[in-house]
């Protein structure tokens, strides 16, 4: 049971990190999904824990939410990338300070 | 294990009767979309606009019947009922924030729908996908996305159910109906493409990264107290010896509710956000999103986490200090107005802060004293209003290339067209506080309740940022005022009837609220506590 959580825990601070350091956008964003699965993984594990379903469907409600976010998430990036021919997060610098 | 094999299915209850406002909202969403379908491009401006603003009027009706028809509970402090087996809570501060989200809205809509100051459309994008500075782009320039008029219902549904949430799944997936469609808008201004296309990519990799603490927090949460529902995390708070798994999950969840409404050290993309942004975006923003946050943020923290008010009052200190002071020094070294009004904004979180910080139980509470959640409620109501009719002032001060928000060309504003410079120089004095304006009472209301529950060092630093605070709003009344205009300033574009009456109202709200604060004041201490 414990262990679960650990390789949660990992697997968010591994999003985590990757969310501060990659430039990429489209690997931020992965980074970001990794941190929701992470979020998935322990959930599921509390609910075995706790004997009862609500974070097993809260795990299934956060798939929907990732779902929709990528849509948005992919638009946004896109657009981007195509008025500037990169999704490197250190291009987009026009605002600052 | 889990045994459901002989569990028969029992219907859940829903309590449509109360929950028809918000039902309201997300089906004219949804019929916004269809009108996108079916309609022809030369009827969607004005079915978009008319459907939008009569859904949002019906919704505001609404709520005053229902919040009228809210049962007592228990000793009368609470009023209220829960709707859909626990997960949305109708009590009367969410009824109290949900006629404010959908006054905000309506003010929206009116920025959105301005079309006299754009010469003849609106100020967003006319095809999104259209590359800047192309033929295609040039060819969309009298299009309209109407689209944006579905994208704030789905904004404004998503920030009422967030402040009636009454678990934390409820709470994630209100906070990601809100976000997105928010993030979209940020990206779809006219002009300044790249600037607006930048703000949302910010703004979307940073809240969803935000998100996703706050969904750790909810799993931590859920482990520790063996439920989401706020009523039974707050008996485990009260029962269970063992804090670790608390503490971890409340912080985490307080970074993503922090980021929201913009706290220091979360703050980071609020200036670039407010900045980039179609100002009528922004202005919504500014006003719905923090009315929307801090509902939730005191729901979660009074409810579900008051027992353990000692763990987190301390953190709520450093932060409430950090984000005034963060807020109003930058504030101080802006030269563009929309990024000197986030910061504002800012420093504002601090204050709300503040208020947050005069939680007390019930019984220590001076009966008839005004309360924690009261004061924040009202304040607000005041820093809504302001904040609202500021960002729609400037957006109508423009020169050939569009907006012009660098502070210096407003110089001789107060020249050439007195009414606006006088309308915001009375928002600017009523977001440094001065009496007889709106943002004195609040900011009253909000020291006095963090006074009266001892955090008096937060207070001294509150009033010495506002002291400060005074010195960038006074500049710009300075510039506009005693700078002699040049070939160079800006200029007023008339608006129609539409964003006139938003900052009318506003600016009618602003003083009628520092002159006589009571009605609302009122509403909001018969809006009660939140049910538990």
Known sequence: MTDYVVLSSILFTIGAVGVLTRRNAIVVFMCVELMLNACNLALVAFANQNGNLDGQIAAFLVMVVAAAEVVVGLAIIMTIFRTRRSASVDDASLLKY | ?532
Not at chain 2, 46 to 68: D, E, K, N, P, R
Not at chain 2, 482 to 502: C, G, I, M, R, W
């Open chain 2, 1 to 532: 294990m889990i045994a459901l094999a002989d569990a028969t299915f029992v219907r859940p209850h829903i309590a449509y009767g109360s929950l028809w406002p918000i039902l309201v909202i997300y089906g004219a969403a949804c019929a916004g979309v269809g009108i996108e379908a079916v309609l022809p491009r030369e009827w969607r401006y004005l079915s978009q606009v008319l459907l939008t603003l009569g859904s949002l009027v019906v919704a505001l009706i609404g709520v005053g019947f229902v919040a009228h028809a809210l049962p007592s509970l228990g000793d009368g402090a609470a009023r209220g009922l829960f709707g859909s087996e626990g997960t949305i809570a109708l009590d009367g501060p969410a009824m109290f924030l949900w006629g404010l989200v959908l006054v905000f809205g309506i003010g929206g809509v009116l920025l959105f729908a301005e079309r006299r100051v754009e010469g003849g459309v609106t100020v967003f994008a006319g095809q999104a996908a259209a590359l800047p500075g192309t033929e295609t782009e040039r060819r969309a320039s009298g299009l309209e996305h109407t689209e944006v008029y579905p994208l704030l219902l789905f904004a404004i549904g998503g920030m009422m159910l967030f402040v009636s949430s009454g678990d934390l799944l409820t709470m994630f997936v209100a906070l990601e109906v809100l976000s997105l469609p928010l993030y979209l808008l940020c990206g779809l201004a006219r002009r300044r493409r790249l600037l607006s296309q930048e703000a949302a990519m910010k703004y979307f990799l940073l809240g969803a990264f935000s998100s996703g603490f706050f969904l750790y927090g909810v799993a931590l949460i859920y482990g520790y107290a063996g439920s989401m529902d706020f009523g039974a995390i707050n008996e485990a708070v009260a029962n269970n010896s063992d804090q670790t798994l608390l503490v971890i999950g409340m912080g985490m969840l307080a970074v993503g509710l922090l980021f929201k409404v913009g706290a220091a050290p979360f703050q980071a993309w609020m200036p670039d956000v407010y900045q980039g942004a179609p100002t009528a975006v922004t202005a919504f923003m500014a006003a719905a999103t923090k009315a929307a946050a801090f509902g939730a943020m005191l729901r979660l923290f009074y409810v579900a986490f008051g027992s353990a008010r000692w763990t987190w009052q301390p953190m709520m200190w450093v932060i409430a200090i950090l984000t005034m002071v963060v807020g109003t020094v930058l504030a101080l070294v802006q030269s563009d107005m929309k990024r000197m009004l986030a910061y504002s904004s800012i420093a504002h979180t601090g204050f709300l802060l503040t208020g947050v910080l005069g939680l007390r139980s019930v019984a220590d509470q001076n009966p008839g004293a005004i309360t924690s959640l009261q004061a924040v409620m009202f304040y607000l109501v005041t820093y809504g209003l302001t904040t609202l009719g500021a960002f729609a002032v400037v957006a109508l001060v423009r020169d050939s290339a569009g907006e012009q928000s660098t502070i210096q060309r407003w110089s001789g504003l107060g020249k050439h067209s007195p009414v606006v410079a006088g309308v915001f120089a009375l928002f600017l004095l009523a977001m440094a506080g001065i009496p007889l304006t709106s943002g004195f009472t609040g900011k009253w209301a909000v020291f006095e309740v963090a006074l009266s529950a001892g955090a008096w060092p937060v207070v001294i630093v509150a009033v010495l940022a506002s002291a400060a605070a005074a010195f960038f709003y006074v500049r710009v009344i300075v510039v506009m005022y005693f700078h002699e205009p040049d070939s160079e300033s800006a200029y007023v574009t008339h608006p129609s009837v539409l964003s006139a009456s938003a900052i009318g109202v506003s600016a009618a709200a602003t003083i009628a609220l520092g002159l006589v604060p009571g009605p609302v004041l009122d509403l909001a201490s018969t809006a009660g506590q939140f049910i538990r």
